[in-house]
């Protein structure tokens, strides 16, 4: 009974977070995925395929669905909202059932590790194809390791519809069934079937997409093209200090102590996790890396909760005291802003918390101001379409900013875009016209001098 009593809270709290924060206009980059490409498929129909200037060559399953949810509740923030709450509560039931599976002495553990990750809590507030692919790969691993084939096949199809990141996380899987039963592959190819048709769905989709685009990935007058670009030597070096830097982030680091501690003392990994957690890892080196952009925090989420996953079954948390230690260590990990110079993945920790009031605010005050909104220059997350960020039926939108010919520039804390000069700049050489502040977030109406 003790472990459903915890999932019970635990789900409440997620419900709780739900309801207060139903209105949150969206966020970084489910602007995007959420905001942009469920309002083109909603006014123009379901389809496989977006329009070049939003199209990121990802599987539109995700804008599709919340489309479908506009049709029959409405097109609102509300509705956006409640639409991810099957998923909020599959990820928690999914857990605490892996749980059972590895830890049953404790089951639950890894279900509230997992609910108070920074990189998994600051995502749960939002209305992201990040929670569905959560779904696939927690679906997944419960799957593989219970033998479930109905639901690896569900597992393998929405991991290869949802995104590139997911069809990544099931070719680990297929990789790691494959591997670890090799020398009996034929009696588990029923198992290793679903991974092959979720792959095989990608494939087709990739070649369709192609055929409609005439390209995969990214385009040269793609936004999102210099992000694919690949790095020097001195760059991939870079690379892999901030990948590591992404792994152990958010407080991660001292459970990555105590992890190495109690393998000193005697602790026994779990092989299969481990040998699961180097594949995906190694998928995500091999494709990140390399490239420019592409080291986000919640791209590390798979990777966290599997390391979540084995850290639960120390013997060490056979003690209490413990296990409320290292949850309040981990959830402290939400509080962690580092100063306006180092880059921070917003939406992967509550602390960006404050930016939904100080940012409506701030709208409100420039409405009453009468300040034409194109004549303010502002970069991510606000600088697209407010129709996509809080589906208000207006034209109001910023510029991109530019120091040279702007009047007016929008700062707020969780934008990354600014380099250290231009916020020196800002700083010291322009006037703050208007700045809102709550907690740590502040957003603030800079005007040239």
Not at 213 to 231: A, Q, V
Not at 431 to 449: A, C, D, S, Y
Request: with cysteine.
């Amino acid at each position: 009974m003790q472990k459903w009593s915890i999932f019970s809270i635990v789900v409440l709290c997620q419900i709780a977070l739900l309801i207060y924060f139903r209105d949150a206009v969206f966020f970084w980059d489910t602007i995007q995925f959420a905001g942009m490409h469920a309002s083109h498929f909603y006014e123009n129909g379901f389809s496989f395929f977006l329009s070049q200037e939003m199209d990121s060559g990802h599987p539109p399953l995700f804008g599709n669905i919340l489309a479908l949810a506009w049709t029959l509740f409405g097109k609102s923030l509300i509705v956006s909202h409640f639409f991810m709450l099957p998923f909020l509560i599959l990820n928690l039931f999914l857990a605490l059932k892996i749980g059972e599976y590895f830890t049953p002495e404790r089951p639950w553990l890894f279900m509230l590790l997992m609910f108070v990750c920074p990189y998994y809590l600051g995502h749960s507030i939002l209305v992201s194809p990040d929670l569905v692919l959560i779904s696939g790969f927690l679906m997944s691993l419960y799957a593989i390791a219970e033998r479930k084939i109905s639901l690896a096949y569900i597992a393998a199809i929405l991991l290869c519809l949802i995104s590139m990141r997911g069809c990544m996380i099931a070719a680990a899987f297929l990789i790691f069934i494959c591997l670890k039963n090799r020398k009996e592959i034929r009696s588990h190819w029923n198992i290793i079937l679903p991974f092959i048709v979720g792959l095989a769905l990608f494939g087709l989709y990739q070649i369709a997409h192609y055929i409609h685009t005439d390209w995969i990935g990214f385009h040269e007058d793609s936004p999102w093209k210099n992000s694919f670009r690949l790095m020097s030597f001195k760059g991939i070096i870079m690379n892999t200090i901030v990948f590591i830097w992404r792994c152990i982030d958010y407080a991660i680091i001292f459970l990555v102590i105590l992890f190495a501690a109690a393998i000193y003392k005697g602790h026994r990994v779990n092989r299969s996790l481990v040998f699961i957690f180097c594949l995906i890892a190694f998928v995500f080196f091999i494709v990140i890396v390399p490239f420019n952009g592409l080291l986000n925090h919640r791209y590390f989420l798979p990777l966290i909760l599997l390391f979540l996953l084995m850290l639960s079954q120390i013997d060490w948390f056979k003690y209490n005291w413990l296990c409320l230690a290292v949850t309040l260590v981990l959830g402290a990990g939400n509080l962690l802003i580092y100063p306006k110079h180092i880059a921070q993945g917003w939406d992967s920790t509550l602390a960006h918390v404050p930016f939904y009031k100080v940012e409506k605010e701030m709208h409100d005050y420039l409405i009453e101001s009468g300040i034409p909104a194109e004549e303010i220059g502002t970069a991510f997350p606000l600088k697209k379409d407010r129709t996509y960020i809080s589906l208000e039926d207006t034209n109001f939108r910023y510029k991109d900013y530019d120091f040279k010919t702007d009047q007016y520039i929008l700062y707020a804390s969780v934008m990354n875009s600014f380099s250290d000069f231009e916020l020196e700049s800002l700083f010291e050489h322009w006037k703050q016209k208007k700045r809102i502040e709550n907690g740590r977030i502040e957003i603030i109406l800079f005007e040239k001098k």
